[in-house]
């Protein structure tokens, strides 16, 4: 399973984005698609989970972001609103398949103060 982030970028405090994600390969039953994200020096962390019809998300953007799935596509998607510059971090796209977890190679989020 290979999957191809996009929409990452610079963007101004308070402003927008779109994440989206698509797998492609040998897709058969993904379970589970979601976005971490790792800042410089900082450990590598959990954003937003879909999975089982159920989301979860970290605390920190509880409220400002979203994530959804088109299921029929293989794709996520991670809309960020009122980023901040805590936000500025390299995000990654998972999914989960057969018990295994597949990375992207991450997309570049910056957030100008």
């Known amino acids: 399973v290979q999957l191809q982030a996009s929409g990452g970028g610079l963007v101004q405090a308070g402003g927008s984005l779109r994440l989206s994600c698509v797998a492609s390969g040998r897709i058969s039953s993904i379970n589970l698609m979601g976005w971490y994200r790792q800042a410089p020096g900082k450990q590598r962390e959990s954003v937003a989970i879909?999975?089982?019809?159920?989301?979860n998300y970290a605390d920190s953007v509880k409220g400002r972001f979203t994530i959804s799935r088109d299921i029929a596509k293989n794709t996520v998607y991670l809309q960020m609103n009122s980023l901040s510059p805590e936000d500025a971090a390299v995000y990654y796209c998972?999914?989960?398949?057969?018990?295994?977890?597949?990375w992207g190679e991450g997309t570049q989020v910056t957030v100008s103060s």
């Open positions: 879909s999975t089982g019809g159920t989301t």
């Open positions: 998972v999914c989960s398949q057969r018990g295994l977890m597949y």
